[in-house]
């Protein structure tokens, strides 16, 4: 569990551009206590969590739940490509919206061609 909370540390203070120096001025702590919890050496306190989260601009929740390889962190979290704005966050937004209502389409089709598939092979007629 160390290791887990301690990358997704890592990841999002270098999502902001962070030096670790930086991050710890910040949260007001030396940059040794940083390096230990990043290096999964030393587990963070709820306090250090809720200070960090707060740096980054996201809630505990999310601060736990995130997920480097996700699209939906790619979109929210990382700021990678500078001048990400609200208009492109609704925008990318939109597009996953639209990929999942595809993507729910999809599979009502797959799971009725099974059904009648079934059917057929079963009673020997569609229903």
């Known amino acids: 569990m160390r290791q887990g909370i301690a990358s997704k540390l890592k990841n999002l203070r270098q999502a902001k551009h962070l030096t670790q120096l930086e991050m710890a001025a910040k949260l007001n702590i030396t940059k040794r206590t940083l390096q230990n919890i990043e290096y999964g050496m030393t587990d963070p306190s709820f306090g250090f969590l809720e200070n960090f989260a707060g740096v980054i601009g ?49 599979l009502t089709n797959f799971v009725s061609e099974v059904k009648t598939s079934l059917n057929k092979n079963i009673f020997g007629n569609s229903i």
Do not use: R
Not at 58 to 76: G, K, R
Not at 88 to 94: E, G, L, P, R
């Open 58 to 106: 996201i809630t505990v929740p999310q601060l736990i739940s995130y997920d480097e390889s996700s699209y939906f962190n790619n979109v929210f979290y990382n700021e990678g490509n500078k001048g990400t704005n609200i208009q492109q966050q609704n925008a990318s937004s939109s597009e996953m919206i639209n990929a999942i209502e595809k993507l729910s389409k999809a």
